[in-house]
């Protein structure tokens, strides 16, 4: 397994942000849901419009099978509404094209938004980046934000702080800082 990174520069995450908006509207909403909750991919990707209805996205956890509650923010919410204006509540927010024979719609794979996300990232030359990225890219600017380590390692289950610094790049930025003027 490849160990994918966050986007770090805030200008490459607006480009990334426009170039998906002006592809897809769908795969907008999927990166966007991605960097504002934190929440795996696998997580994402059966949503239905009912569960992007309210105040916050609550899921059960596919991996530790706790149950999370994340609050939509106000850009958030903004891009959901305009994207769920048309679809029923049980429709789901990123569907497949219909397979032969499958009556039940399905959402994307976890391979198709693997390609979404890998294609916008080329677009900018940011290499080491996979569906992943979008809960490193939350925890990563959280981190940066907020300096509350406890909250975030409550937010993605991780029981020591040095993990969850080294999962959202911030101990290899400050290894990179710590070593950026040292020369012998």
């Known amino acids: 397994m490849k160990f994918v990174q ?5 200008v490459k ?29 696998s997580d994402i990707l059966p949503l239905t419009v009912l569960d992007v209805k ?3 996205i609550t899921i059960r956890e596919q991996k530790t099978g706790k149950v999370k509650k994340v609050p939509i923010r106000k850009s ?10 048309n679809k029923r509540d049980g429709d789901l927010l990123f569907p ?13 794979t976890r391979s198709m938004a693997y390609k979404i ?8 030359g940011l290499p080491d980046i996979g569906t992943h990225s979008m809960r490193k890219t939350f925890g990563y600017n959280f981190y940066n ?8 390692m409550d937010l993605f289950n991780h029981t020591e702080e040095s993990v969850t610094l080294r999962y959202v790049g911030i101990h ?11 020369e012998l």
Do not use: C, M, W
Request: aromatic share 8%; net charge positive.
């Open 6 to 10: 966050p986007i770090r520069d805030p």
């Open 13 to 41: 995450l607006s480009s990334i942000q426009k170039y998906l908006r002006s592809q897809s509207h769908r795969n907008y909403i999927l990166f966007q849901i991605g960097i504002n909750t934190g929440y795996r991919i």
């Open 54 to 56: 309210g105040t916050h």
């Open 76 to 85: 958030l919410r903004k891009d959901l509404d305009v994207y769920i204006s």
């Open 96 to 108: 497949s094209r219909n397979r032969k024979g499958s009556r039940k719609p399905q959402p994307i």
């Open 117 to 124: 996300i890998r294609e916008a990232a080329a677009e900018f």
């Open 145 to 152: 934000e907020k300096k509350d380590i406890v909250l975030l």
């Open 172 to 182: 290899q930025d400050t290894l990179d800082d710590a070593l950026d003027d040292f």
